[in-house]
């Protein structure tokens, strides 16, 4: 169940076309769904862990880069005539 985080009224959900929000009948105020927005954050933070993780493991592996120079080209074969 969802409080105010202002005076600790339960809060009432409205829906219009943007979507759903809360309303605090007391504050007579929009208040913004706490909990939607700490599993938000959460997400994010698991996201960017994994992105790190697999950044350090990328630097483990030593992967050869392509090198600029390319490799001379063999001579010519002569025939003999």
């Given at each position: 169940?969802?409080?105010?985080?202002c005076c600790s009224?339960?809060?009432?959900?409205?829906?219009?076309?943007s979507g759903v929000y809360l309303f605090c009948p007391h504050c007579w105020?929009?208040?913004?769904?706490?909990?939607a927005v700490l599993l938000?954050?959460?997400e994010t933070l698991a996201n960017e862990a994994?992105?790190?993780?697999?950044r350090r493991l990328?630097?483990?592996?030593?992967?050869?880069?392509p090198s600029a120079q390319?490799?001379?080209?063999?001579e010519p074969v002569k025939l003999a005539s």
């Open positions: 169940m969802n409080t105010c985080p009224t339960t809060l009432l959900r409205h829906a219009r076309h105020q929009e208040m913004p769904d706490l909990s938000n954050r959460r994994s992105r790190a993780r697999v990328e630097r483990l592996i030593d992967i050869p880069k390319k490799a001379p080209l063999p």
